[in-house]
């Protein structure tokens, strides 16, 4: 009798079971914030995600596997690129210093309390909430993993991130974040706008290289054929005993 062998339990499985985002505007704010940060961080060695389960510990088979999938995470100095889980181990042991919360109907007032304390146990530096419902909005900063947390709320706006430099701020449309140089956070279809424009002035740039050099070509063939005539009628010349160049 041929014995199935029992599978081996994922201890880090990529997914929580839970939707990246309850509504639109919940996911609106995720998606710009990623897109924004990194922008923001495109020339350093930055990593930004999404919903993604970060593990803090690697954990012997049997035990409880800590985790939360912060609705944005940065973690300065790992590099871009594809993960199923942040699995702290496994990245130089750096745990993401930002982290943001977008909240949703859904979202309770224990469950951002859990949050917060998983976040300050496993290193986190920057944390930041916000409700697009409600406009509320809070955090805890703290300079270095030794210090106390300290609270950020919206009577502290407006609020420069130490890490980021962003700026968080109120604006008749809620809450406002903006570079460093003042310019604000944009809608994820503006990048693609502007993807699409750059390619565009690319694609016309090439066009316009193109069509000069099929000019210039065209100006040496004439100038090619013009020489090929004077080269016959030289020839033509001398065959009759006379010298093309006493002409």
Known sequence: MVQTPLSTPNLYPDSDGKPMADNTEQYRWIAKLVTNLKHLLREQTAFVAGDLLWYPLEVPKGEKTPSQAPDVMVVLGRPDGARGSYQQWRENNIAPQV????????????????????????????????????EEFWGLTRPSQVDELQPVMALNLPWVSPLLQIRFEHTEAGLGVYYPDGKPFQEPEAFALAAEQVRT??????????????????????????????????AKLRALGIDPNNL
């Open 201 to 234: 002035e690319r694609d016309q740039a090439q066009a316009e290289r193109d069509q000069a050099q099929a000019e210039r070509d065209q100006a040496q063939a004439e100038r090619d054929q013009a020489q090929a005539e004077r080269d016959r009628l030289a």
């Open 99 to 134: 982290v943001f919360e977008i909240l949703s109907p859904s979202n309770t007032a224990s469950e951002m309390v859990t949050k917060q304390a998983f976040y300050a146990q496993y290193g986190t530096l920057e944390m930041y909430f916000y409700d697009p419902k409600s």
